[in-house]
């Protein structure tokens, strides 16, 4: 049971990685490539940060239950 559990917490911890990293790298190649070259005004450049704010949000929630769950593995 506990070797389930470990792996639960390993597999979601890995999600959390690939979510914020996958959030940094499309963010930083929208901001810094795609807009200026197509020329996007700077109002989409707020849409990418807010999409990026977004997905930050959402690891930061599962860092939390991440957190809930190695609590809960310790006990």
Same mark, same amino acid.
């Given at each position: 049971?506990?070797?389930?559990?470990?792996?639960?917490i390993?597999?979601?911890?890995?999600?959390?990685?690939?979510v914020?990293? !996958?959030?940094?790298?499309?963010?930083? !190649?929208?901001?810094?490539? !795609?807009?200026?070259?197509?020329?996007?005004?700077?109002?989409?450049?707020?849409?990418?940060?807010?999409?990026?704010?977004?997905?930050?949000?959402?690891?930061? !929630?599962?860092?939390?239950?991440?957190w809930?769950?190695?609590?809960?593995?310790?006990?």
């Amino acid at each position: 049971m506990s070797s389930e559990r470990d792996q639960a917490i390993a597999k979601k911890g890995q999600h959390i990685a690939v979510v914020i990293a !996958v959030t940094i790298s499309v963010w930083l !190649v929208l901001t810094l490539f !795609v807009g200026p070259m197509v020329g996007l005004p700077g109002r989409y450049a707020l849409l990418f940060d807010f999409a990026a704010l977004a997905g930050m949000i959402y690891a930061l !929630v599962n860092i939390f239950q991440l957190w809930r769950m190695r609590q809960d593995n310790q006990r």
